[in-house]
């Protein structure tokens, strides 16, 4: 019973996680229909930046943290200006070839920059021990916690800028229907570049936290890749389109991975995942949540 | 208050327009008609600024409509409703709504608009927070019209209201534009196939044939004219 507690504790913290990877991809995909692949490696390259500032420079855990989600920000934002915009109109595989390009053209500058050899240790926010529960020691640490606590309050925060404010209308209503938005008067072609700077800001948070647990360390290519085949995992189970659903299918995806490693066997996790994906796809192809049915045209 | 001077619109070697002119005169309805391909919904995304002319000019209230941005084209007081309605179906009737009012800062004055459309059109009040999709037909060119009264428009452009929608419904449509233009002083330019409807609430119109203007007038005069109806208006 103490291991189930445990594995579910810790299902939830990783979780959590790939919900806020789940949700980056979603925000990017309901604004221009792409799913990013470089989102492994955008995050990938702003927690290195992160790192260097904290590592190298020993800048404080916070003020990193900040840089790393703005530089996230910022790449997000130049990339769908750049990049993504003049093959917006093309065929949907054109857009999915810069986003892979862009993922190997960030993972060869990371290794450039900070070398491809070594794994590099990230510091922590918090302690790494478990709670005590009586002699007992609980798969879950303060830095746990706050991994937990700080997704959630960028969902909420972001469930409240979609639903409930002028700005979060026009860009839901952008991602339904464009040309119906402009002729409203919204200005479509920023809140496009507004989607992806925020996906890649979440993706940003995210990939500090990451980068923090015990078993996190920061590398060109690994951990990241892996991070993005769990978030684009969750949020096919969510639907693709839903927010709601993204964090959702990352909790749920959380939960099978912790105890199908300790269950089963933890040399394949990433295979677990993968049939999870097939399995949703097999069965319900547009995700647990979704609730339109086929878009009219 | 508009003023549409020689306007050429191609699309590739097809003009669509060629040579139109027309004038819309404040708080008037004008109709414009004529058959499929006619060149009636390029004129009014010519107007609007969605298609940009070969050749002509345009002015509103004396600005220059073809040097102004779509965008921007809205926040001058002219509302479209596209054809096909346009109606955005994943969001509710009441966010459909506030979208039409977004860069009207003011909330008191957005509560103010809401409340008016929801008793101009009562079936959309019942339906308020439900996704537009539940809606009818009818009820979506109600919501799509009624969107676009958001905006508090001096010029509305409308795009085959009728289209797909029982006889009923469409007189009841013909009606709220005839009121909007008494009560509110609005100008209305209706594009329509069904002529009949469209010439029965319209102060002049315009009939269009491959590009051109072939007549224009009074819309009482034309509904009389028995010749012109066989050749154009086809009742």
């Known amino acids: ?297 | 208050m508009l003023t549409v001077e020689d306007v050429v619109t191609t699309y590739g070697a097809v003009r669509a327009l060629d040579g139109v002119s027309m004038t819309v005169e404040p708080s008037t309805i004008t109709a414009v008609l004529g058959a499929n391909g006619a060149g009636k919904t390029t004129l009014l995304r010519t107007v609007n600024g969605l298609v940009r002319p070969r050749a002509g000019r345009i002015s509103y209230e004396g600005r220059d409509l073809l040097r102004t941005h779509v965008d921007e084209v809205v926040r001058m007081g002219i509302a479209h409703v596209p054809e096909g309605r346009g109606v955005i179906t994943e969001l509710t009737v009441d966010e459909n709504l506030r979208l039409g009012a977004l860069w009207r800062r003011n909330r008191t004055e957005l509560q103010q608009s809401l409340a008016e459309m929801y008793e101009l059109f009562p079936p959309l009040a019942e339906r308020r927070n439900k996704p537009a999709d539940t809606l009818s037909g009818g009820e979506r060119q109600m919501l799509a019209i009624a969107r676009a009264l958001m905006s508090r428009p001096r010029l509305l452009l409308l795009d085959e209201p009728s289209l797909g929608l029982a006889p009923r419904i469409t007189a009841q449509i013909m009606g709220t534009l005839r009121r909007l233009r008494d009560e509110q002083s609005l100008t209305v330019v209706l594009v329509e196939q069904n002529a009949r409807s469209a010439l029965s609430v319209s102060d002049q119109a315009i009939v269009l044939n491959l590009g051109r203007v072939v007549v224009s007038g009074p819309a009482v005069e034309l509904a009389a004219d028995e010749k012109l109806r066989h050749a154009y208006l086809g009742f």
Not at chain 1, 165 to 185: D, I, K, Y
Not at chain 1, 234 to 239: D, E, S, Y
Not at chain 1, 250 to 276: C, E, H, K, R
Request: charged fraction near 10%; glycine fraction near 12%.
């Open chain 1, 1 to 297: 019973m103490f291991r189930f507690l445990n594995l579910t504790l810790n299902g939830l913290t990783n979780g959590m996680i790939y919900a806020a990877v789940a949700l980056a991809l979603v925000m990017i995909w309901r604004a221009t229909r792409i799913v990013n692949f470089a989102q492994g490696g955008m995050l990938m390259f702003t927690t290195f930046i992160a790192w260097d500032l904290a590592q190298v420079h020993h800048a404080n855990y916070w003020v990193a943290l900040v840089v790393a989600v703005v530089a996230g920000i910022l790449i997000g934002g130049v990339a769908e200006r750049v990049l993504v915009r003049p093959v917006e109109n093309g065929p949907p595989l054109n857009a999915v070839i810069v986003t892979l390009g862009l993922l190997i053209f960030l993972q060869a500058l990371a290794g450039m920059i900070w070398g491809n050899s070594q794994a590099h240790s990230y510091p922590p926010a918090f302690r790494f021990i478990g709670y005590k529960v009586g002699d007992r020691t609980l798969r879950f640490s303060p830095n746990d916690l706050f991994i937990v606590l700080s997704v959630l309050v960028v969902v909420i925060a972001l469930y409240v800028l979609f639903q409930r404010t002028s700005l979060g209308l026009q860009m839901r209503a952008t991602a339904f229907n464009p040309e119906v938005a402009g002729l409203l008067g919204v200005r479509v072609g920023r809140l496009l570049t507004l989607g992806w700077a925020l996906a890649a800001g979440l993706g940003a948070l995210v990939g500090v936290l990451v980068a923090g647990t015990s078993s996190g360390y920061v590398t060109p290519v690994g951990p990241f890749d892996a991070l993005l085949i769990y978030g684009f995992t969750a949020a096919v189970i969510g639907g693709l389109d839903s927010p709601g659903g993204a964090v959702v299918g990352g909790v749920v995806l959380g939960l099978i991975l912790s105890y199908a490693d300790s269950y089963i066997s933890n040399f394949i996790q990433t295979m677990y995942a993968l049939v999870v994906l097939i399995a949703v796809l097999m069965i319900r192809p547009k995700g647990i949540f979704s609730r339109t049915s086929e878009r009219r045209v």
